[in-house]
Nanobody
């Protein structure tokens, strides 16, 4: 069992940075693949970034490559999403998620079993 709690969202201006945190409970956190997804009003949940537990490989949506960085600190049971050069189109609720395995695709939300409650990110122009 893994419980996830996001924090760090807020209202910022275009070009600013934010760092989202996802605190996880559970002794096996370090063996889970982790992902960040976003959901804007009226839109479906979208993949943002993922990090494998084995090898620490990272994956990003094209829209955030070069601007966002996913990382984890297993000692703190925390996953981060560093968001730089924010754009108004990044405005959404951001969710972190945990997957024991990626059976097909790290970007498929159905691969993730545990989800946090989300944190709002609003970027003004």
């Amino acid at each position: 069992q893994v419980q996830l709690v996001e924090s760090g969202g807020g209202l910022v201006q275009a070009g600013d940075s934010l760092r989202l945190s996802c605190a996880a409970s559970g002794r096996t956190f370090s063996s889970y693949n982790m992902g960040w997804f976003s959901q804007a009003p009226g839109k479906e949940r979208e993949f943002v970034a993922a990090l494998s537990w084995r090898g620490g490989r990272t994956y990003y949506a094209d829209s955030v490559k070069g601007r966002f960085t996913i990382s984890r600190d297993n000692a703190k049971n925390t996953v981060y999403l560093q968001m730089n050069s924010l754009k108004p189109e990044d405005t959404a609720v951001y969710y972190c998620a945990a997957a024991a395995n990626w059976r097909s695709s790290y970007s498929d939300s159905n691969e993730y079993y545990y989800w946090g409650q989300g944190t709002q990110v609003t970027v003004s122009s």
